[in-house]
């Protein structure tokens, strides 16, 4: 199984590593910047699993040869990366994303045909640090895919094969990916929206007090998905009932990390998908337009320099 990974960031970083220290071919699709760091440092992961230091093959232009190309890369850059993949894609490889949100699998799937896009989904925090480490956060490790039509003989369980299940990453090829990620989305959902209005910790918010803030998130979130036809189960809800109610939790979104970063956020990709969702339901959707237009608001303010 021959992987190109585009974007040696966070999530490409990290599973890249381990996609590595599992014997796999790896080369990472990066632009002249990370390159150059990958060339003066090699990858650098930090993890409570085990550190990676290692020399990476790396390339500024893909080319066949490849089975799989790992698509890491925020949403605002789907079409650069798009760009930037075809090659190895039209030289035979498929796509497993692993973006969040839901829309890009359409554009995927318009750029390349539905038989070469995998739906995938990353259960793993991580961040880049300035310094151009991947500094992986707590022990979330699952990296879940498969084939849009639930095929279960084909080229992901081969990939999940390869990659195996053990700690540090654990890898998992399903034939419901498509539910799977309308589960993500009601996660992250939650914790985007609820971290980035607060622009707190899960733990923070709620000892001052925002439990129920979070759970009603988590409950619109959920009849969302609902309404689209992706019911979440009654275990599910409990699961994530707990996680969204502990006082101490450190957990945030990515999204947070980002702007915390002074970063561009995805807030269109993933709250205005989530407005846009509940408007076509009939749901009331307050509290995610809030969060998508203080998100919007800090994007604009970003991209006009007027950051503190
Ligand atoms: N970080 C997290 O904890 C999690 C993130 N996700 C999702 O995963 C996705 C990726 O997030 P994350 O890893 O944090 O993002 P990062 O910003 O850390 O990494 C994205 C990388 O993609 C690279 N990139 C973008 N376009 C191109 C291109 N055309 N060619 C080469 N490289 C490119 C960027 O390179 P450059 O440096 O040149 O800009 C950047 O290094 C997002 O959708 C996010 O929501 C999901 C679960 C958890
Ligand atoms: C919620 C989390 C950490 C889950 O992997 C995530 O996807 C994100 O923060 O972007």
Not at 70 to 99: F, M, N, Q, T
Not at 152 to 168: F, I, T, V
Not at 197 to 205: K, Q, T, Y
Request: neutral net charge.
């Amino acid at each position: 199984m021959r992987m190109l990974v585009l974007g040696a960031g966070a999530l490409g970083g990290y599973f890249g590593g381990r996609a590595l220290e599992r014997g796999l071919p790896v080369t990472f699709l990066v632009r002249p910047g990370r390159a150059a760091v990958l060339a003066r440092d090699g990858l650098r992961v930090r993890s409570g699993f085990g550190d990676i230091d290692r020399p990476v093959d790396t390339t500024l232009a893909a080319g066949p040869g490849f089975d799989v190309v790992l698509l890491s890369c925020k949403a605002y850059d789907l079409d650069s990366a798009i760009a930037s993949i075809r090659p190895a894609v039209e030289g035979g490889a498929c796509v497993l994303p692993i973006l969040n949100g839901l829309s890009h699998i359409a554009t995927l799937n318009a750029a390349f045909g539905a038989e070469r896009v995998w739906g995938g989904l990353a259960k793993c925090a991580a961040t880049l640090t300035p310094e151009g480490v991947v500094q992986h956060l707590g022990d979330w490790h699952w990296l879940t895919f498969g084939e849009q039509d639930g095929r279960m003989d084909g080229r992901a369980a081969a990939l999940a094969a390869a990659l195996g299940q053990a700690p540090g990453l654990v890898a998992e090829a399903v034939p419901d990916i498509q539910r799977r990620m309308w589960q993500k989305l009601v996660h992250l959902g939650t914790v985007a929206a609820a971290s980035v209005l607060m622009r707190a910790s899960v733990g923070e918010i709620v000892r001052a007090g925002g439990t129920d803030f979070l759970l009603g998130l988590l409950e619109r979130n959920a009849a969302i998905a609902a309404a689209q036809g992706h019911p979440m189960t009654e275990a599910f809800l409990a699961n994530y009932r707990k996680l969204f109610a502990d006082p101490a939790s450190a957990y945030t979104a990515s999204m947070l990390r980002d702007l915390e970063a002074g970063g561009r956020t995805e807030a269109d990709h993933i709250l205005g998908f989530l407005c846009a969702a509940a408007r076509q339901a009939g749901l009331p959707a307050e509290v995610h337009d809030l969060a998508h237009l203080h998100a919007r608001a800090y994007d604009q303010r970003r991209a006009a320099g007027r950051l503190p």
